[in-house]
């Protein structure tokens, strides 16, 4: 398995990312540069995090050269519509303070506003003046994203939704691999509590690998070609979240893995929920 794969606009993205939602941004510079010296080169963030400041902080500073970091952030559903797009942009790049930014994402389409078409109508150009390496989108169905591609010719490269064993989004996934858009993976461990860690299939696997129930997991998104953005307040289980290039899941851990999909498996509240949140 690469560490990173080919995005639908020719530039390349890590395979596994740093998520950061919920991590104050008072706490971000010390978080996110023990990230960034555990071995990560990809964080996700978001307008809608409140977070922005210190994550670019902990870029500035970290060791590593910018450019063998991969930062996305998410546009406020607030901000969606033509020119508070660009505006929306610029103050991004002012609060992350820096130069260049990987990926920029359409956080909900909010089809109640009625701006998802126009507000990546902009990102497209966002990405022509080359403000932005890569655009895409997150919690978008395959109507919106329809619309989308149908209105500009410009698939997103990528689209950012909750997956995991418990919910598996492959109708989706499938989907996405027909329109050459990569699929991310947010709440890759199962979400708050981390109660699918304490599964009993993920423990026996974990245990005949000798592996964390979390590597597990994690190891079966990335078996599943997806890009998973593990978050942690947590340092030690940040690095730890990292160790996953040195072992493989069978078909049999795979099949197992599998069979703990359920119908009612989403963790998060629906869109309407969470649009006032970002
Ligand atoms: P914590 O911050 O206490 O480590 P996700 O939203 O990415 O699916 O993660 C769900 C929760 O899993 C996180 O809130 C995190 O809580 C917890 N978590 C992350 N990594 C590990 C790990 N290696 N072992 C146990 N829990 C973890």
């Not at 507000?119 to 997150?138: D, H, M, N």
């Amino acid at each position: 398995l690469s560490q990173d794969i080919l995005l639908n606009d020719g530039n390349r993205i890590p395979r596994l990312g740093f998520g950061v939602w919920r991590v104050p941004d008072a706490e971000a510079p010390a978080l996110v540069g023990a990230a960034i010296a555990a071995g990560y080169r990809h964080i996700d963030t978001a307008q809608g995090y409140d977070n922005e400041r210190g994550v670019g902080r902990a870029v500035r500073e970290a060791s590593v050269p910018r450019d063998q970091l991969f930062i996305t952030s998410k546009q406020r559903t607030s901000h969606q519509g033509r020119d508070s797009t660009f505006r929306s942009f610029d103050e991004t790049m002012e609060r992350l303070g820096l130069e260049t930014l990987d990926l920029f994402l359409i956080h909900w389409p909010v089809p109640a506003q009625g701006r998802y078409v126009e507000t990546w109508q902009a990102f497209v150009e966002l990405q022509k003046q080359g403000r932005v390496r890569s655009v895409g989108v997150s919690n978008f169905l395959p109507e919106h994203l329809e619309r989308i591609i149908g209105e500009t010719g410009v698939a997103p490269a990528v689209n950012q939704v909750e997956l995991h064993p418990r919910y598996q989004q492959h109708d989706l996934v499938a989907w996405h691999g027909t329109h050459g858009i990569v699929t991310e993976s947010y709440s890759p461990l199962g979400g708050n509590g981390a109660e699918l860690l304490r599964e009993k299939a993920i423990q026996d696997i974990a245990e005949r690998a000798g592996k964390t129930p979390a590597q597990v997991v994690i190891r079966w998104h990335l078996q599943r070609n997806l890009v998973v953005l593990p978050k942690t307040s947590n340092p030690q289980r940040a690095a730890s979240n990292l160790d996953v290039w040195d072992f493989e899941l069978s078909d049999q851990d795979m099949a197992e893995i599998a069979a703990l999909d359920r119908p009612n498996g989403k963790t998060l509240p629906g869109p309407q929920a969470m649009n006032n949140l970002f």
